[in-house]
């Protein structure tokens, strides 16, 4: 997929066609992030999975589940980091 591609998405010009949001979904389900969270509205909250409990939701804003999502692709050291940096 290109940008070209994307754009026209974005743009209303055109839609995915089903094997390529099967792609997307396997892009995204490795940050805990659905297929549904990424095509419904969700201006006010998302439901995302918590890590370590099985089948717990947490309702967050959008802009912490880009903050989280981006947090799940750091490795153990920068997450560290992050946290010290933090205050944790």
Same mark, same amino acid.
């Given at each position: ?35 549904? *969270?990424?095509?419904? +509205? ?5 439901? =995302?999975?918590?890590?370590? @409990? ?16 981006? *947090?799940?692709?750091? +490795? ?5 980091? =992050?946290?010290?940096?933090? @205050?944790?």
């Amino acid at each position: 997929m290109g940008k070209a591609t994307i754009s026209k998405w974005e743009n209303g010009l055109a839609e995915p066609s089903f094997r390529q949001l099967l792609s997307i979904k396997r892009v995204f389900a490795d940050q805990g992030i659905s297929l549904d *969270y990424l095509i419904d +509205d969700h201006s006010a909250c998302a439901h =995302l999975p918590v890590s370590g @409990g099985k089948g717990l939701v947490a309702t967050v804003s959008e802009d912490e589940a880009l903050l989280l999502a981006r *947090y799940r692709r750091l +490795d153990a050291q920068q997450r560290r980091s =992050l946290l010290g940096l933090l @205050g944790s």
